[in-house]
């Protein structure tokens, strides 16, 4: 299979920087020997390397390395020290948000239940042929969120977890 520029246009930059196999590279030079805009490309790819190069050096000579040891120090020695409250408090309800939702609206369910609850007197037929009111507070999955249902006679509380579970 005879190889053209289209083979060797992307070989040209590991090409420079020596990381091809000795059977490519030899392919590379042979090409660029025989191949006028692909050495151009080439010299194109070199002057561009070349320049940055240059760039950053002396871009590295200008800067003011004098304060360096100490800003690294003391980055290090805050860093130890670990982040502030704020911080970890802030990472911690993200991490577990939506355990914490799922807690407070048990509890809020379980508070609505017990109010309910102690307000009957008691949990017979308030009159004789009536029946007895009962009070039941269920854990719900609701396929992508958690949730409660409270029954209290004929009326029923709904209570979905704004969190959505992942997956």
Known sequence: MRRGCQDAAPLLSPWMDGELAEVDRRWVEEHLASCAG???????????RDAVRDHVVRAAEAADLSQLPNGVLARTEADQRGPPLSVRSTEMWRAHKTRFSVAAALAAAASVALAVGLRSPTPGPSAPGEPAL?????????????????QSGQTAIIWLSPERVLQ
């Open 134 to 150: 009962m009070v039941s507070v269920d854990d719900v999955d609701f396929v992508d969120r958690p949730g409660m249902v409270l």
């Open 38 to 48: 692909c050495a151009a490309r080439s010299a194109l790819l070199a002057a561009q």
